[in-house]
C-alpha cells in the first residue's frame, strides 16, 4: 500500500529525537491517550505498526518523530497544521486518499486527532509497551517508588510547629516562610478585608451599612462574627455549591451530538446549595451522589427525596445519544462518570488507563475496568432509541397523613372485594343465600370506597374513569328510540367527566429527577457484572476479567474482591464481540461510596480541603487540583494540607469549619503588599507571604453588578429553562430566551451545553462538558470591552444611575460617594470625586442634542457607572 498514509500506535517506544520532543502537559496527555490513541489503534494497527517488516507505505508511527519523518511520501504530521497535515486529510477524506480504507471515522474521532496534531501533536515520553491482553509476569505489582508517592500515604495528623503563631494554619506556614528568611504582611484594612471575606463566601459585595458597621466595630471578635454571619447566609451556598458544580460538570442540557434540555437538572443543582447551606457533611454528601438510593431505608421523607436527586450527579454528563453502537455508548458514558469521580473525588486520572497501563500513575487497567464494572452495572439511561435518554425517576409527591391513611382504607377495601369476589366464584350453583351476603358486602365495600377515595385524588379519577367507560357500554346497548334513557346516561357520563377535569387540576404531578439505579438484565443491559480488559480499549478484544475491586495502589495488591459474585451461565459470548463475566450481587456502588468516605482514604479528604484553600487563596497547597499523581504539582505545604484533612474529618466532615480554620488564619487576613526581598526569594508567592489579588469569577462580576446597581432578583430555586424536558435546545433557542435575560442570581442561570451564556465564557465559564476543579484565567481585551459595551451592563449602570439619582442626599459628591461605596466598598478620595464630576460634567455636556436635562444628566451617571464597573478594582479583590 505504498504511497498511503494511515497509522497504527502499538505502543510508545523511545524515537530518533524524542529528546527534542516538546513536554506535553498533563491535559495534552489526558487527550492523547483517551481521544487520540485509541481511535488510531482500532482503526489502523493492522497496516501501519511498530514492526518494520509489515508496515505499509514505509510508515511506522511509533514515535512523534516517525511520524514527522514520514513514510513513502514524506511527512504524516505537521504540528500545529492539521489541515497541511496528511495524516488528517486522509481521515477527513479530503482528497483520492482515504483512510481507513473501510469507512470513514465518525467526525468526533477526526477531530480529536485534529485538535491534538493542532495543539503540536505532543507525544508522552513513558517508554511504555502497550496494553496487552497477556497476564504480566508473577511479581510485585508496583515498585516500591510508587508505594511510597506522597499521595498514596495515610493522611496522618503532623505536630503543629512550635511558635507563637495563634492558628495551627499559621504556624505550618510561619515554618516554611522562617526557612526561607521571610516575613508576613501586615493585616489588611477592615473594608479591604471585608470585601474580601463577602464575595468570597457568598459571591456577592457587602452593602455599605455592612462595611460601616464592622467599621464601626471595635470587639475582637468583629471578623469572626461577620464570618458566621456569612456562612449562615443563603447566599453562602449558592456561592460554594456553584464551585461544586463546576467539579460536578453540571448542565441544563446534553451538549455533544444531540443537544436536548436535561429539563428536571436544576433538582439537583438545588439539592447542591440546600446541602451546603446545611453544612451536610462532606462524606455524606458524596455517599448520596454516588449511592443514595442504596443507602439504609430513613422514615425522612426530606432525605429520602435528597438521596435521590443527589445521584443526578452521575447523571447529568454529556452523552453521545445518537450512538449507533449501544455497547460502545454505555461504555463510554460509564467511562465518562468513572473519569469525572476520579479527578474530582480523588484527584487522579483514571481514565488514562482505559487503553493501556497509566503511563505515570500506579493504575493497572484491570484496576481501571474493575471500577468501570461499578457503571456498567449501573443504570444512566432510560432508553437507547435513535436518539437515547438519560434515566429518570419519580420522587413521589409527599402526602398529609389522612390521604395515606384513607390510601391505606382503600387498598384494604379493594383486597376484601377480589377476596370476596374469589370465594363468590368457588360456590356452588344453589348456594343462592351465600351469593347474596357476598354481594351485599361487596356492595357496602365499594360505597366505602366511595367515601374514601374523597381524600384521593388519584383514586376518585379512577372510579370515575371506570364508571364513564361502563355508561359508554351501557348507551351502546340501549335501543335509538329510546332517546330518554340514552338522554339519561349521556347526561350521567357528561357530570362524570366534568368532575375528572376538576380532579385533574388538584392532582400533583410527579416530581421527576435525574439519576440512576440498580442495572438489570436485557439487550445492552446493565445487569451487575464483571466486565473484562479492553485491549487497546475496544470491548471488542477482551483480555482478562476485572473483579469488583478498588484500587489495588491504596487497598494493597492482595485485596479481595469487595463484591460477591457467581459463574455467569445465563448468557454465550458473542463471538469477536465481547464476553460477559461473573455475575454480581450489585453494582458495587454503595461499597465504592463508602471506601472514598472513608476516614483512612488517602486522598478524598486532601483533594476537597486543597479545592476550598484554592478558592480562598487563588491556588491550592496542591496547585494540580485535579491531578495528585505524578505528573502533578507537589504540595507546597504537605504537613499543612494533612493536618488540615484530618481536621476536616475529624470535625465530622464540616466544611463550614474548615472555612472557619482557614478564614480566621492570619495568613488569609493579611494584605497584599508587595515586597521586594520576598517577591526574588518566592516571585510565585507558593509561602504565603502576601495575599494573593484575585480576579472574581463570571458569576462574582455579574452578581455585583445586579447588587450594585439594586435590580438583584434573590429568589432562590427552580427553572429558568422554557425548553421542555428531552427536547431539543437549538443555538436560536439559546440565546436571551433560555432565561440569560433574568436578573436572578447566576448561579440559577440555564447553563446550555455548545452555547453557554457569552458573559460566562468572556470571562472564563469552564466547559460545562467536563468538570472542572479550576478555571483558567485569562486577562483579555474582550472582557474590559464587554464591560464598557454590552447591553447588560448598560441596562444596569442605568438602574445604577437611578439609584444614585434617588438617593438622599441629592448633591453630586455624595452621589460619588455612594457609587463608590456599592461597587468597590469604599469610599473615594478626593481626587476621585473631583475627576469622577468632571467626567460626569463634560459627558452631560457632549449630549447637547438631547432637549430633556433629566435625560442628559442621568446618562452621564450611568457612563460613570459603566466605568467604574469596568475598573480593575471592581473585578478584583485584593
Not at 501533536?121 to 516500591?144: E, H, I, R, Y
Not at 430555586?717 to 436560536?732: A, I
Request: one cysteine or more; hydrophobic letters at 40%.
Amino acid at each position: 500500500m505504498t504511497g498511503r498514509v494511515a497509522l497504527a500506535i502499538l505502543a510508545i517506544t523511545p524515537g530518533l529525537s524524542r529528546a527534542a520532543d516538546p513536554a506535553p502537559t498533563p491535559a495534552a496527555i489526558e487527550h492523547f491517550e483517551k481521544k487520540v490513541r485509541p481511535v488510531l489503534v482500532e482503526h489502523c494497527a493492522k497496516c501501519h505498526g511498530a514492526d518494520p517488516k509489515k508496515i505499509k507505505g514505509g510508515l511506522s508511527v511509533a514515535s512523534r518523530a516517525d511520524l514527522i519523518t514520514g513514510g513513502d511520501t514524506g511527512t504524516a504530521v505537521v504540528p500545529g497544521n492539521p489541515d497541511k497535515s496528511p495524516l488528517v486529510q486522509v481521515m477527513r477524506y479530503e482528497g483520492e486518499m482515504k483512510m481507513p480504507p473501510k469507512g470513514k471515522l465518525r467526525d468526533a474521532d477526526i477531530a480529536a486527532v485534529a485538535d491534538w496534531v493542532r495543539a503540536g501533536a505532543l507525544w508522552p515520553d513513558s517508554g511504555g509497551a502497550a496494553a496487552s491482553a497477556t497476564p504480566k509476569p508473577a511479581g510485585p505489582l508496583f515498585t516500591d517508588e510508587q508505594k511510597q508517592f506522597w499521595a498514596f500515604q495515610p493522611v496522618k495528623r503532623p505536630a503543629v510547629p512550635a511558635g507563637t503563631a495563634a492558628s495551627a494554619v499559621d504556624a505550618f506556614l510561619a515554618a516554611k516562610r522562617a526557612a526561607a528568611g521571610l516575613k508576613m504582611a501586615p493585616e489588611a484594612d477592615k473594608r479591604t478585608l471585608i470585601r474580601r471575606v463577602t464575595y468570597d463566601l457568598t459571591g456577592l459585595p457587602p452593602t455599605p451599612e455592612e462595611v460601616d458597621a464592622f467599621e464601626k466595630d471595635p470587639s475582637p471578635d468583629a471578623y469572626k462574627r461577620v464570618v458566621d454571619r456569612l456562612l449562615d447566609s443563603p447566599a453562602y451556598g449558592e456561592r460554594w455549591g456553584r464551585h461544586w458544580l463546576d467539579v460536578a460538570r453540571y448542565a441544563d442540557s446534553n451538549g455533544l451530538d444531540e443537544n436536548t434540555a436535561f429539563g428536571n437538572a436544576w433538582k439537583y443543582r438545588d439539592y447542591v446549595i440546600r446541602s451546603f447551606n446545611a453544612d451536610k457533611p462532606f462524606d455524606a454528601f458524596l455517599r448520596e451522589q454516588i449511592a443514595g438510593d442504596l443507602l439504609p431505608p430513613t422514615t425522612d421523607e426530606a432525605v429520602r427525596r435528597d438521596r435521590l436527586t443527589a445521584l443526578g450527579y452521575l447523571a447529568i454528563g454529556a452523552k453521545l445519544l445518537a450512538e449507533p453502537d449501544k455497547q460502545k455508548m454505555l461504555i463510554d458514558i460509564a467511562d465518562e462518570q468513572l473519569d469525572t469521580l476520579g479527578k474530582g473525588i480523588m484527584g487522579l486520572t483514571l481514565g488514562c488507563a482505559r487503553c493501556h497501563d497509566h503511563k505515570f500513575d500506579p493504575l493497572p487497567t484491570r484496576d481501571y475496568y474493575s471500577l468501570l464494572g461499578v457503571f456498567t452495572s449501573t443504570r444512566t439511561m432510560q432508553g437507547l432509541g435513535t436518539v437515547a435518554q438519560a434515566f429518570e425517576r419519580p420522587l413521589g409527591a409527599p402526602e398529609k397523613p389522612q390521604v395515606a391513611v384513607a390510601r391505606k382504607k382503600l387498598d384494604d377495601f379493594r383486597k376484601s372485594i377480589r377476596d370476596l369476589e374469589r370465594q363468590a366464584a368457588k360456590l356452588a350453583p344453589g348456594d343462592a343465600e351465600w351469593r347474596t351476603i357476598i354481594a351485599t358486602e361487596i356492595d357496602r365495600l365499594r360505597a366505602e370506597i366511595e367515601g374514601a377515595d374523597e381524600l384521593v385524588p388519584e383514586a376518585r379519577l379512577e372510579r370515575l374513569r371506570g364508571e364513564v367507560r361502563d355508561i359508554e357500554v351501557a348507551f351502546g346497548k340501549v335501543p335509538e328510540k329510546d332517546q330518554a334513557k340514552r338522554l339519561e346516561l349521556h347526561h350521567r357520563a357528561e357530570a362524570r367527566r366534568t368532575e375528572i377535569k376538576r380532579l385533574e387540576t388538584l392532582v400533583v404531578p410527579p416530581d421527576i429527577v435525574l439519576g440512576v439505579e440498580e442495572g438489570s438484565p436485557g439487550a445492552y443491559g446493565t445487569q451487575p457484572r464483571n466486565i473484562f480488559v479492553q485491549v487497546r480499549g475496544n470491548y471488542v478484544t477482551p483480555g482478562e476479567e476485572a473483579p469488583a475491586q478498588f484500587l489495588r495502589i491504596v487497598t494493597g495488591e492482595a485485596a479481595s474482591p469487595v463484591v460477591a459474585t457467581t459463574p455467569n451461565t445465563a448468557e454465550k459470548p458473542q463471538a469477536n464481540r465481547t464476553r460477559f463475566g461473573s455475575v454480581r450481587a450489585s453494582s458495587g456502588r454503595l461499597e465504592l461510596a463508602n471506601w472514598l468516605t472513608d476516614g483512612k482514604h488517602p486522598l478524598t479528604a486532601r483533594v476537597f480541603v486543597n479545592r476550598v484553600w484554592q478558592h480562598h487563596f487563588g491556588e491550592g497547597i496542591v496547585r494540580t487540583v485535579d491531578n495528585f499523581g505524578k505528573l502533578g504539582d507537589r504540595p507546597t505545604h504537605p504537613e499543612l494540607l494533612d493536618w488540615l484533612a484530618s481536621e476536616f474529618v475529624a470535625r465530622g466532615w464540616s466544611v463550614k469549619h474548615l472555612h472557619r480554620v482557614i478564614l480566621l488564619s492570619a495568613a488569609y487576613r493579611q494584605a497584599g503588599t508587595h515586597d521586594a526581598k520576598a517577591a526574588l526569594a518566592d516571585p510565585d508567592n507558593r509561602l504565603l507571604w502576601r495575599f494573593p489579588r484575585q480576579r472574581l469569577d463570571a458569576e462574582a462580576i455579574r452578581d455585583g453588578v445586579l447588587a450594585a446597581a439594586g435590580t438583584l432578583d434573590r429568589t432562590t430555586g427552580g427553572t429558568l429553562l422554557p425548553t421542555k424536558n428531552f427536547e431539543y435546545v437549538t443555538t436560536d433557542q439559546s440565546g436571551n430566551r433560555v432565561g440569560y435575560e433574568s436578573l436572578r442570581r447566576s448561579v440559577y442561570l440555564p447553563v446550555v451545553r455548545n452555547n453557554v451564556f457569552a458573559f460566562f465564557q468572556t470571562f472564563d465559564f469552564p466547559d460545562p462538558s467536563t468538570m472542572s476543579g479550576k478555571r483558567v484565567n485569562t486577562v483579555v481585551a474582550p472582557q474590559a470591552l464587554y464591560l464598557l459595551n454590552s447591553p447588560f451592563v448598560a441596562a444596569q449602570a442605568k438602574a445604577f444611575a437611578a439609584r444614585l439619582l434617588k438617593a438622599e442626599p441629592t448633591d453630586d459628591e455624595a452621589r460619588v460617594a455612594l457609587a463608590y461605596r456599592l461597587a468597590l466598598g469604599r469610599p473615594p478620595v478626593s481626587a476621585e470625586v473631583r475627576d469622577a464630576l468632571d467626567f460626569v460634567k463634560a459627558f452631560e455636556a457632549g449630549l447637547t442634542a438631547e432637549n430633556d436635562a433629566p435625560t442628559r444628566k442621568a446618562r452621564a451617571w450611568a457612563a460613570l457607572g459603566r466605568a467604574v464597573f469596568a475598573s480593575n478594582e471592581f473585578v478584583y479583590v485584593e
